[in-house]
């Protein structure tokens, strides 16, 4: 079993930054696959960002490219989310999720085996 534990949501202007965090426990962690969704009200989670095991592979949603970026501190079991030049649009649950064994970050709800419980980023205009 693998605990995603996520941290660092909050309120911020629209053009402002934040960092999410999330520590995970229970397996290796530095052979997972990470990856970042969010979910707005009445809409479909989605795909935000993902990470190999050795960072050497990033991807990201046309929407957040640019501006987000996603890291992970193998030492610390823990993977990263930097956003920067926030938009109101980018206001919902962000969750982390985890997955073994593939050899590249799936983009898809599907492709991860574990998930965080959310945590709330909120942009005002």
């Known amino acids: 079993q693998v605990q995603l534990v996520e941290s660092g949501g909050g309120l911020v202007q629209a053009g402002g930054s934040l960092r999410l965090s999330c520590a995970a426990s229970g397996r290796t962690f530095s052979y997972s696959v990470m990856g970042w969704f969010r979910q707005a009200p009445g809409k479909e989670r989605e795909f935000v960002a993902a990470i190999s095991w050795i960072a050497a592979i990033t991807y990201y949603a046309d929407s957040v490219k640019g501006r987000f970026t996603i890291s992970r501190d193998n030492a610390k079991n823990t993977v990263f989310l930097q956003m920067n030049s926030l938009k109101p649009e980018d206001t919902a649950v962000y969750y982390c999720?985890?997955?073994?064994?593939?050899?590249?970050?799936?983009?898809?709800?599907?492709?991860?085996?574990?998930w965080g419980q959310g945590t709330q980023v909120t942009v005002s205009s």
């Open positions: 999720a985890a997955t073994f064994g593939a050899r590249t970050p799936p983009a898809s709800k599907s492709g991860y085996d574990y």
